[in-house]
């Protein structure tokens, strides 16, 4: 897929949890750049279509101070104990999407 001459790529999102309540679906598509990473997509592309919650969502997910995001001395945002998988295997932040991609976000699980 094209749009002015930028390549997009398609992807899916499932959502656990509070997310889930949060964003209020369980799934959804997303049309991002090629050569976007996981970290576009949370901290761009799903904030930017639930604009309503997108401070909350942020916050959700990342680790903040002073209500600035954390960073790796490589510039990737932290997340907090949120795990995110890619076509089920697990995912870092930095790595880039590709066409058809199915992310999943997971929240902190309890245990004891």
């Not at 390549?7 to 049309?31: A, D, M, N, P, S």
């Not at 998988?85 to 997971?106: P, R, V």
Request: with cysteine.
């Amino acid at each position: 897929m094209s749009e002015n001459g930028i390549c997009k790529i398609t992807v899916k999102t499932r959502y656990f949890g509070k997310l889930r309540e949060l964003l209020g679906t369980r799934t959804e598509t997303h049309i991002v750049e090629k050569g976007a990473t996981v970290a576009d997509l949370l901290l761009d592309h799903i904030p930017n279509k639930h604009l309503s919650v997108s401070k909350i969502w942020k916050e959700t997910l990342f680790r903040t101070l002073k209500g600035e995001h954390l960073q790796e001395k490589n510039g990737t945002p932290v997340l907090k104990n949120y795990l995110v998988i890619i076509n089920g295997k697990s995912a870092k932040l930095k790595d880039c999407l590709k066409e058809g991609d199915e992310i999943t976000i997971m929240p902190p699980f309890g245990g004891g």
